[in-house]
């Protein structure tokens, strides 16, 4: 049975953890303050989306589109200006500490410790989830040999490339079994072999039944992985739907050619 | 509160200060080399006193530095930690403000722990022979913890107003250099400070230090002022800077 409660802040009803809706958006503004604090700039700008239970949901956009600072804002990180954000059906405004317990975020930088190793860096995460030792090792070298770290797994990350600094976020993003699943950007900067072999990898993802939320600029990764996606520009959705139908829709052959076709720029320009 | 998480934090912290070799140099090794140099050379100079050697007078002061060190740690860690995202990963977790301050009070008890033995066993090593009594031994633990948290207060404020570790390791010798030159092993009567002196925490801690070690009675009223000053101080140093990090752990 679902329960519902109330949102304070706004009228739309919260759904209980196990409702369908994992995520619900609506009308999400965050204003930063401008270098001379008069201006200020509108990071995010009246986003509304929703997010279903096991969808894997690609938030596309420029650099500076307002994808992190979404993400953020669905992860308590930063508070929103303006709107309503509800993740497995409670309040960002108000209810953190439960949503803390359902997430994991795979950051846009590494974030990892340098003095400690790589299944340290497993073991510590895994801690702050309150994880058993035993269910920590045994789910870290599941995801090592996954990714294929686990022989190097021992060495203090000092030591890692960028692409096994990024695997390492990815499996510490993921240690404690989350619900939900940020994915802040997690192939940039990879070279394509890697990049491809995480594709594989969070694609075993999508066969788990967790909802993710992916932020990306890259367009294959949008196209292969997502269910659906939510184009951001200016900090506003410009386009939200299955990357099949956006592209049916707009009557072009990838997603960059929507992006193009709505804004009159290409998505790696920039904004 | 969960202790699992706390002491994780601890064990993190642990490891930090034996595997980062800037940490370990900075806030282990840099004092205990000191206190074995001043003490062959200095440990049978009578410079400023008939009573003390010169290096007598000084280690009080250097047990004191050792302390102090822990801002150039605190600055330049969380520093770090912010500028490389780890921080605000951490905050995506469950770990709660609560958990997370407990956690820095154990491991920054622990710390001037560290130093006090390594230092102090250098200084028994080359010959030094303090008057303490073991009470007294508990009381100068009490001095370099207090002034261990006003250090941790100087390094999370440092901390805001560096882009990374290694400007916030530059700024917190702003904090750490004044503490140096007038009220820790250089007497600052030395350098004709004397009337700054009471400004620094870490005056308190020297002189209680040094009281303690000439073997003074614990039941003399300047040594529990000299406590009860650094308490407050460092009290209130350390609550500015958790509200400091706590407001800004996420910019």
Redesign the interface.
């Known amino acids: 049975m679902l329960s519902t409660k109330e949102n304070k802040n706004s009228d739309i009803k919260i759904n209980a953890p196990d409702s369908f809706i994992s995520i619900e958006v609506k009308n999400l503004k965050k204003h930063f303050k401008g270098k001379r604090k008069i201006e200020s700039v509108k990071a995010v700008d009246g986003v509304t989306f929703h997010v279903e239970h096991g969808e894997f949901f690609g938030l596309l956009g420029s650099n500076g589109a307002g994808k992190t600072t979404t993400i953020?804002i669905l992860?308590?990180?930063?508070s929103p200006t303006e709107g309503t954000a509800v993740v497995g059906g409670y309040n960002v405004r108000t209810d953190l500490?439960e949503i803390?317990?359902i997430?994991?975020?795979c950051?846009?930088?590494?974030?990892?410790?340098t003095?400690?190793t790589g299944i340290?860096n497993i073991q510590?995460?895994g801690?702050?989830?309150?994880m058993s030792k035993k269910e920590i090792l045994e789910r870290a070298e599941e995801l090592l040999k996954l990714l294929g770290l686990y022989d190097d797994r021992k060495r203090?990350t000092k030591r890692y490339s960028g692409g096994m600094l990024r695997q390492l976020s990815l499996i510490?993003a993921l240690i404690n079994e989350p619900d939900i699943l940020f994915l802040d950007e997690p192939t940039v900067g990879m070279d394509p072999r890697a990049r491809r072999k995480v594709w594989e990898f969070l694609g075993s993802i999508r066969r788990q039944n967790r909802t993710v939320i992916l932020t990306t600029h890259y367009i294959e990764e949008a196209e292969a992985l997502c269910d659906r996606v939510a184009i951001i520009d200016y900090g506003k959705v410009i386009a939200i739907g299955p990357p099949k139908k956006l592209i049916e829709e707009y009557e072009v052959t990838n997603l960059e050619e929507v992006f193009m076709k709505i804004t009159g720029r290409r998505i790696v320009e920039g904004i | 509160m969960k202790t699992k998480r706390v002491l994780t934090i601890v064990k993190m912290e642990m490891l930090r200060l034996l595997r980062d070799p800037v940490v370990l140099v900075f806030t282990v090794l840099l004092v205990p080399v000191l206190i074995l140099i001043f003490g062959l050379t200095m440990g049978s100079n009578y410079g400023w006193s008939s009573e003390y050697t010169i290096f007598e007078i000084m280690l009080p002061g250097f047990l004191a530095y050792a302390c102090l060190m822990t801002i150039y740690d605190v600055a330049a860690s969380v520093a770090g930690e912010r500028a490389s995202g780890i921080q605000q990963r951490v905050n995506t977790t469950p770990l709660t403000s609560v958990e997370y301050i407990l956690s820095q009070l154990i491991s920054y008890t622990i710390k001037p722990l560290i130093q006090m033995f390594l230092g102090f066993g250098v200084a028994l090593l080359v010959g030094y022979r303090p008057l303490a009594t073991a009470a007294g031994y508990l009381l100068v633990i009490v001095f370099l913890v207090l002034l261990t948290f006003s250090s941790v207060g100087f390094g999370l404020i440092t901390a805001q107003f560096a882009k990374s570790a290694g400007a916030a390791g530059g700024l917190a010798f702003i904090f750490i250099v004044p503490q140096q030159l007038f009220a820790t092993f250089i007497p600052p009567a030395f350098i004709g400070a004397d009337s700054f002196k009471w400004i620094f925490p870490s005056f308190y801690a020297t002189e209680g230090l040094g009281y303690i070690f000439a073997g003074v009675s614990l039941t003399d009223s300047y040594i529990w002022m000299l406590l009860g000053i650094l308490l407050a101080i460092s009290a209130v140093i350390y609550i500015v800077g958790i509200l400091v990090y706590e407001k800004n752990k996420n910019k």
């Open positions: 953020n992860t308590g990180a930063v500490k803390k317990e997430i994991s975020v950051p846009q930088e590494p974030s990892v410790y003095f400690l340290e510590f995460f801690n702050l989830h309150l203090k510490i």
